[in-house]
């Protein structure tokens, strides 16, 4: 059973940076494409970033571009989202996701973790 875990979500100030963690076990983590996709309170699940299952292939949203970086750790069974120069409308629960296919929607992922909740302030 594939499993993903979150962490380094919490409390920041606007401008300031986080840097998000999602371990996943019980698969081969290598064959996955990663996402990172988040929910802000009375919203539907966006799509922030993806990276494929080699680390060569990155997609950002808009949003993001610039501002997030997506890596991964294959010999760590990790993937990360640095997040830089924080805004107010970046406050969201932030899922992982992980799945065979390389996309943009919640349908592509097939395993996805609880999600670790990001607040920025102004």
């Known amino acids: 059973q594939v499993q993903l875990e979150e962490s380094g979500g919490g409390l920041v100030q606007a401008g300031g940076s986080l840097r998000l963690s999602c371990a996943v076990s019980?698969?081969?983590?290598?064959?996955?494409?990663m996402a990172w996709f988040r929910q802000a309170p009375g919203k539907e699940r966006e799509f922030v970033a993806v990276i494929g299952s080699t680390g060569l292939s990155t997609t950002y949203a808009d949003s993001v571009k610039g501002r997030f970086t997506i890596s991964r750790d294959n010999a760590r069974d990790t993937v990360f989202l640095l997040m830089n120069s924080l805004n107010v409308e970046d406050t969201a629960i932030y899922y992982c996701?992980?799945?065979?296919?390389?996309?943009?929607?919640?349908?592509?992922?097939?395993?996805w973790g609880q999600g670790t909740r990001v607040t920025v302030s102004s």
């Open positions: 996701a992980g799945g065979r296919s390389y996309g943009f929607t919640t349908r592509t992922y097939d395993y």
């Open positions: 019980g698969g081969v983590f290598s064959r996955y494409a």
